[in-house]
């Protein structure tokens, strides 16, 4: 893979890069589009990565569907598709215990013990490998992409990181590879994460932030089925709890929920 990039750039052409784990839908192809506008190379990688998941079941029921992603990148145009084995990819190697920082410490970080130390170390081996000149990265996983832009510019890797937008369904439904996973009940539910995100985006710099907390409260027990792990306020750039607007003119609110079978993610920016 290394080669393929090296022999890309001495001919002239850029790499993006796209690192997934599969199961491939319009937010990944956004992301390869993306990197498309700037680079005349583009590669995708697919890896269900053991290391970031905390959880057996999650890892054990992650959906895997590489002939039917491969198509979909042949037809998106992407250039490449990296797809290693766990034991090729991590020959030989010793994970890192990485100095992750406050960004780790809230939000995701409490609730998946040892996930962002696994994403950041394979994001290493993926990078080793595919040696690219910019990797993108989806806002979806905010925390995720925060931790990695931060990572990269304290370890001085040579890329540049891009976020990218979160796509989502007609009715608001961060699209995810998990999303799969939902039964047709659990399916609408699900809405209720990004609902309880508007209203915080409504009423965000007009309301105290523990008001506006309390109206996302009322508006999740409409789902009481819907099992919360965390909402809340946060710095738009260090992702530090907030309970007060101060004179930010831009934040982020953050949710996290057991729906059904999964556990679902999202987050919507706040401007003033
Ligand atoms: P995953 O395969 O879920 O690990 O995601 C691979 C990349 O795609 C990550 O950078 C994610 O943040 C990004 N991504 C996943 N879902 C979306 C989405 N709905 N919109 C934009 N990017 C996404």
Redesign the pocket.
């Known amino acids: 893979m290394a080669e393929w990039s090296a022999r890309s750039r001495r001919e002239g052409r850029s790499v993006g890069f ?5 199961a491939l ?1 319009e ?2 192809l ?2 390869v589009a993306e990197a498309r506008r700037s680079h005349p190379s583009v590669v995708c990688s697919i890896f269900v990565n053991p290391l970031q998941f905390n959880n057996l079941n999650d890892l054990e029921h992650y959906p895997r569907q590489l002939e039917a992603d491969r198509a979909l990148l042949l037809k998106t145009g992407c250039d490449a598709l990296f797809a290693p084995q766990a034991d090729g990819l991590f020959a030989g190697f010793v994970p890192t215990t990485y100095s992750l920082g406050a960004i780790a410490s809230h939000w995701e970080g409490p609730s998946r013990p040892g996930h962002f130390q696994g994403v950041v170390n394979v994001v290493e081996r993926l990078f080793h490998y595919v040696r690219p000149d910019a990797a ?6 905010r925390q ?2 925060t931790l990695i832009r931060h990572i990269a510019e304290q370890e001085r890797w040579p890329v540049r990181i891009v976020p ?5 369904e007609a009715d608001g439904l ?4 998990r999303n799969a996973r939902l039964n047709a009940k659990d399916r609408q539910k699900a809405t209720i994460l990004y609902r309880a995100l508007t209203v915080a985006r409504e009423l965000g710099f007009q309301h105290p932030i523990p008001a506006v907390e309390q109206a996302v409260a009322a508006t999740l027990a409409q789902e009481p089925d819907v099992v919360l792990d965390y909402f809340g306020i946060a710095d738009h750039d260090t992702l530090e709890p907030l309970t007060q607007w101060g004179d930010r003119s831009m934040a982020v609110a953050l949710i996290a929920a057991q729906v059904g079978p999964v556990r679902l993610i999202d987050n919507l920016t706040l401007v003033r």
Do not use: N, W
């Not at 796209?18 to 599969?22: A, S």
């Not at 961060?174 to 590879?177: P, R, V």
């Open positions: 796209v690192p997934t784990m599969g839908h937010g990944h956004a992301l993108y990265f989806g806002e979806k996983d995720q992409l990218c937008p979160t796509v989502r961060a699209m995810s590879s």
